[in-house]
């Protein structure tokens, strides 16, 4: 299928529906990940009743479905288990983003977390981590680490398991075999995160402003140069599409200010411990949407069981995506009867496009952005929130040229007098 938006189902989230509410419950972290957007230790971890607060305000305001608790790292914050259960008694599902450090051996843990309400775990693994006791690993002596958590959450049973790493052209290649890694472990991987790497560049053709004041930006995504930030969402998304041919997206969401921007892409891929068949087209994601904010009041995106019955394959009558899986999948139980007793598993991959400096200065973001996150009281985008903890406001990018050195404020911008007023 040709990536376009029109064979791709546009997700329906909004600002004030939205299935992911942004938790940051620490900016304190255990280790060092190339790319993160936040500041390593500059607050600390936030109180109990603060993260309440912002608890609250999440559901209030975004509607959500799900709460992804990140930080820094959550699962150094003294009070995780108590955060938890309140996110389930509000009815809300919680996911922690994590490197898995504080789990790595600790079993008895996991199992607490569980019981404390958590629906699961995306991990963020890659081998531009400072991670203890893995430090200068390649992506492929990772996977043992990968597999590790896998299998430790699989034997808990009953949690979802995502793992999550950063694109740099210099891992692009890598791609393939993360994916061939999840598919083999289909039965306990329930998906993929692949964010393409952004920076802004300190020295370059804009000038900076926060509040109409120049300064020297001092977030961690601002370095000397642009020259790993070229990868696109469709980048990965090809990389991909020429090792797997049953792979296919479905889904997007699409940039705040361009029209032609995927920022988010996600797929449902079908398969077998086997075997992997295909993936479900544009209407079984709509209908998936659909059913659920009609039953429950909100949109969704991340379930704790990724099996699906055979009886699903008659969504094949509608969606072209399952028809063409559900043919091979019954070709190749006439080839390999014992095929028609093995589970069906749903595994998802997403890929992630940050935000995109324009060449006007500003900033394209991802259209009604999922990962909207609680700063001083208002909804703020996680990826920039430092520019609040830093500056108190979005920083402004001028291009010098078209400036000259000066901001542009909206009040400069000449507008047109009324008509019946011209000549008067």
């Excluded at 009743?49 to 820094?72: F, H, M, P, T, Y």
């Excluded at 049953?246 to 797929?267: I, P």
């Excluded at 520019?387 to 010098?400: D, K, N």
Aim: hydrophobic share 35%; aromatic share 12%.
């Amino acid at each position: 299928m040709q990536l376009s938006k029109r064979n791709l189902y546009r997700f329906p989230w909004s600002g004030n529906d939205n299935p992911i509410g942004w938790l940051e419950v620490t900016d304190k972290c255990n280790t060092y990940c190339r790319g993160c957007y936040r500041i390593n230790g500059m607050q600390g971890h936030k109180s109990l009743e603060q993260i309440k607060d912002e608890v609250a305000l999440l559901k209030k305001w975004r509607n959500c479905d799900n709460i992804s608790i990140a930080g820094g790292e959550p699962l150094i914050h003294p009070d995780i288990l108590e955060i938890i259960a309140y996110i389930r008694s509000l009815k809300m599902k919680p996911l922690i983003l994590t490197n898995g450090i504080r789990l790595e051996n600790d079993r008895p843990f996991l199992m607490e977390l569980k019981k404390a309400g958590v629906i699961g775990f995306t991990f963020h693994i890659d081998s531009e981590q400072n991670r203890p006791h893995w430090k200068g690993k390649t992506e492929f002596e990772l996977f043992e680490l990968r597999q590790h958590f896998a299998d430790m959450v699989h034997s808990v049973g009953g949690l979802f398991a995502s793992f999550g790493m950063t694109v740099y052209p210099g891992n692009l290649d890598f791609v393939p075999e993360m994916v061939k890694w999840a598919n083999r472990n289909v039965d306990r991987v329930h998906g993929l995160v692949l964010i393409g790497f952004r920076n802004a560049a300190m020295e370059g053709d804009y000038d900076y402003y926060a509040d109409g004041k120049p300064i020297a930006p001092e977030t961690s995504y601002f370095t000397d140069n642009t020259a790993e930030s070229y990868l696109t969402s469709t980048d990965v998304y090809n990389k991909i599409k020429e090792h797997f041919p049953h792979y296919e997206t479905s889904a997007y969401m699409g940039g705040s200010q361009t029209h032609d921007k995927l920022t988010w892409l996600v797929s449902a891929q079908l398969g077998t411990k086997h075997k992997m068949y295909g993936s479900v087209g544009a209407k079984v994601m709509e209908l998936f949407q659909t059913i659920h904010h009609l039953r429950y009041g909100t949109y969704v995106i991340y379930s704790p069981s990724n099996k699906i019955p055979k009886i699903a394959f008659l969504l094949g009558m509608f969606d072209k995506g399952v028809r063409a899986t559900s043919g091979k999948f019954w070709r190749e139980v006439v080839r390999r009867p014992t095929e028609l007793f093995k589970p069906i598993y749903v595994q998802s991959i997403g890929i992630i496009q940050g935000p995109d400096l324009m060449e006007d200065g500003r900033v394209d973001m991802c259209e009604s952005c999922p990962d909207m996150t609680v700063w001083d009281g208002k909804l703020v985008h996680s990826c920039r929130m430092d520019e609040w903890r830093l500056y108190g406001s979005y920083l402004v990018a001028q291009p010098r040229e078209a400036a000259n050195g000066k901001v542009i404020s909206p009040e400069s911008i000449p507008v047109a007098e009324p008509a019946e007023t011209i000549g008067k």
